[in-house]
């Protein structure tokens, strides 16, 4: 346990003196030490600024629709592949559902970048067959949270079913006959065997992804957007990529991003302590 204990030492608890910033008026040259205090002022000024809502709407939008798209696919892939009888199509189908996964984001938005281009994307080369005029994908606000999504979706459904195929392993094959024995057909016994054997790790994989609302992957989004796209692109996350580390505002950054974490972390202890009173599977 020593290397990984280590390593959430040294990088995540050592480094959370650094939120000191956020309280003030961080100088380089002054140090966390030597930098003025203005208390809560940086928070107050995200607030009363009119990016707040908007960044906070986003936000919350991609996230809820993460958790309605993206968060039950894995489920439903995993009961699918549990359900296959030909081995070798299973083993196959798997794979390639996991190579996603493997592939950076960088090159996922390029891909995307690519394929969307009103120009040279295959989309709309395919759009224009059927009379479409190509259409300005990453160029039009409407267009980027089922881009994200559905990239989202394309990369992490594959690999995330694996958790769930393992809990699916750890059902006791004795329930599945008990129902055939009570005249269960497939889907009764998907409905009252499979899915409730899966249930804990939904539940707490659920808490976990609900610590993190007002976060998103950053990288994707930063490779995706750009200012015509803003008004529902610009999350909470990428306001603190260019305020923090390109107007090298790190205060104003600290506090924003300290906002985050504290919500998560009320988040997450709340759903915990729901999923505790009403089931026997919990976080702690």
């Keep these: 346990m020593i290397p990984g204990l280590l390593f959430y030492f040294i990088f995540k608890y050592v480094p959370m003196y650094g939120l000191l910033m956020a309280f003030q008026n961080y100088s380089i040259s002054k140090g966390i030490w030597g930098s003025k205090?203005?208390?809560l002022d940086h928070f107050q000024a995200f607030f009363d600024s009119p990016d707040a809502a908007v960044l906070i709407r986003n936000t919350l939008v991609l996230n809820a629709l993460e958790l309605l798209i993206v968060f039950p696919a894995?489920?439903?892939?995993?009961?699918l592949f549990?359900?296959?009888r030909f081995p070798l199509f299973k083993k196959l189908a798997q794979t390639i559902s996991y190579l996603p996964h493997f592939?950076?984001?960088?090159v996922i938005c390029g891909i995307i970048v690519n394929f969307l281009s009103p120009s040279t994307g295959i989309i709309n080369h395919l759009l224009e067959v059927f009379g479409i005029k190509p259409i300005m994908f990453l160029g039009e606000s409407q267009w980027f949270r089922p881009i994200y999504v559905a990239s989202e979706l394309w990369q992490k459904a594959g690999w995330d079913t694996i958790i769930y195929l393992a809990a699916i392993a750890g059902v006791n094959p004795t329930l599945y006959e008990a129902a055939k024995m009570d005249g269960a057909n497939r889907w009764q016994q998907i409905r009252h065997?499979?899915?409730?054997?899966?249930?804990p790790v939904m539940i707490i994989l659920f808490i976990i992804k609900i610590g993190h609302i007002l976060e998103l992957g950053v990288q994707k989004i930063i490779l995706l957007y750009n200012p015509l796209v803003y008004d529902t692109a610009d999350v909470i996350s990428?306001?603190?990529y260019r305020r923090g580390l390109l107007d090298a505002d790190y205060s104003f950054a600290s506090a924003v991003s300290l906002f985050q974490s504290v919500i998560g972390?009320?988040?997450v202890v709340a759903f915990n302590r729901l999923a505790?009173?009403?089931?026997?599977?919990?976080?702690w």
Excluded at 103 to 106: A, E, G, K, L
């Design 265 to 267: 972390l009320i988040l």
């Design 82 to 84: 549990h359900e296959l």
């Design 276 to 283: 505790r009173k009403y089931s026997e599977t919990s976080l």
């Design 238 to 240: 990428t306001f603190v």
């Design 193 to 199: 065997v499979t899915l409730v054997g899966m249930i």
């Design 74 to 79: 894995p489920v439903v892939l995993a009961v």
């Design 103 to 106: 592939i950076s984001t960088v």
């Design 37 to 39: 205090w203005v208390g």
